[in-house]
Structure formats: C-alpha cells, structure tokens
C-alpha cells in the first residue's frame, strides 16, 4: 500500500509569491491533515479535512488556506510569501480523523529568499 | 490550549542501552501518539495508544491517561533509532494534534 505523498519534495520561492502545495493521502483515508515544522516553532497544526470539509483550523494568517477534493486528495496554499513562511510542510493522512493512527509524508521543504 | 511536555529533551545511548522518554499533558485528552522523526525528516507513527499499554517489537508505550503522562520505552537500542521523539495529543476526536518538542536520541555504536 503507497504511503502519504507529497510534492514537490523542494522548493524555493521569493517573497510575495505564492505556492501550491500537493497531497495524495494513503488510499482509503478521509481525513487529510497539514503542519508546519520550524526550528523555532516546531510542529505546527495548519488544517484538517474530512470528506472535502474543513474539520479543524490552526492559528494561522489568512495567507494559508486548503482544500480536498472528492477523491482525498489535499492541497494547501500559501499567498504572499514572507520569509518566515521557510518551514517544512507535513500532509498526515488517517483513516477517520481523531481516531486513528496519523501517518505523514515525507514534507515539502519550502525555502522563501 | 493544552500544553505537551517531554522529557529528556537529548538522550545519548551506546547501543544496546534501554531508555525511557516521558510526556507529560496538562489535560485530558482522547488522542496520544508517538512519532519517531528520523535524520532525513520522516515522520515514523510509532503508538496510537490514548491509554493502556502496547509494544511493537523492541518498542513499549503505556498512556495513563488518568495522570496525565505517556511513557515510550525503547530496549537494546540501536544505532538507526537515532532521531527525534515526538508525543503528540488531541481532544475532543479531533485531528489537531498539539506536538512536544520532542526528545533527540543520538545511539553510538
């Protein structure tokens, strides 16, 4: 069974653009989760979706948004670029949402220079 | 919110050593997972275990859900458990996982 996919793997931008983040969670699972990891911060929870609905937000500007399709499939994306937006990002994947194991993808690296 | 804190935050081990890495939360939750973060960043689900005790090999948990702290147990160490060690919790059946700041396991051959 394929795990948690995410692309791009890397990825640099400039401030005040914006990017597109992609996710194909394990198959059969509804509920599709993103977070941010930083130095700083650490792991951050940005949003939750189940069944095409937003289950959960994180506190987070505006700038960051998502969304999941019919088929599970999630993307997050970040407006405006600041450079404290550079963070590793993280798609979990379960099987419920709360109730099961939460399983991640290997990130998406975004540098903003 | 509710706060997630772990303990120790670095451990070094030669392998073969046991160890123990606590996390404690400041409220109830329904939700306790363990994470093992290896060196190139994945992110491993160790336990789902909200309470009651499991072990997966060389790995043991127990969540005591009634005091508020989970325990990871990890024996005869060896050098690819080298990494980071996250607690993470929810309430309410939700997916909003709140992490600790984990425990950095370094194990010398």
């Known amino acids: 069974k394929a795990g948690v996919t995410q692309t791009p793997r890397y990825l640099i931008k400039t401030r005040g653009q914006q990017v597109t983040l992609s996710c194909s969670p394990i198959s059969g699972h509804r509920s599709v989760s993103w977070y941010q990891q930083t130095p700083g911060q650490g792991l951050q929870f940005l949003f939750e979706y189940f069944s095409e609905t937003q289950r959960n937000k994180g506190n987070f500007p505006g700038r960051f948004s998502g969304r999941q399709f019919s088929n599970s499939r999630s993307e997050m994306n970040v407006s405006t670029l600041e450079l404290g937006d550079s963070a590793l990002y993280l798609c979990?994947?379960?099987?419920?949402?709360?109730?099961?194991?939460?399983?991640f993808g290997n990130g998406t690296r975004l540098t903003v220079t | 919110g509710i706060q997630v804190e772990q303990s120790p935050p670095d451990l070094i081990l030669q392998e073969g050593a046991n160890s123990t890495l606590r996390c404690n939360f400041s409220d109830s939750v329904n939700n306790l997972q363990w994470f093992h973060q290896n060196p190139w960043g994945q992110l491993i689900n160790l336990f789902y275990i909200p309470s009651g005790t499991k072990q997966n090999g060389r790995l043991s948990a127990t969540t005591v859900a009634t005091e508020r702290y989970s325990l990871l147990y990890i024996s005869s160490s060896q050098t690819t458990d080298s990494g980071v060690y996250f607690c993470?919790?929810?309430?309410?059946?939700?997916?909003?996982?709140?992490f600790g700041k984990g425990t950095k396991l370094t194990v010398n051959p």
């Open positions: 979990a994947s379960s099987r419920t949402g709360g109730g099961s194991p939460l399983h």
């Open positions: 993470a919790v929810s309430q309410g059946g939700s997916e909003k996982l709140v």
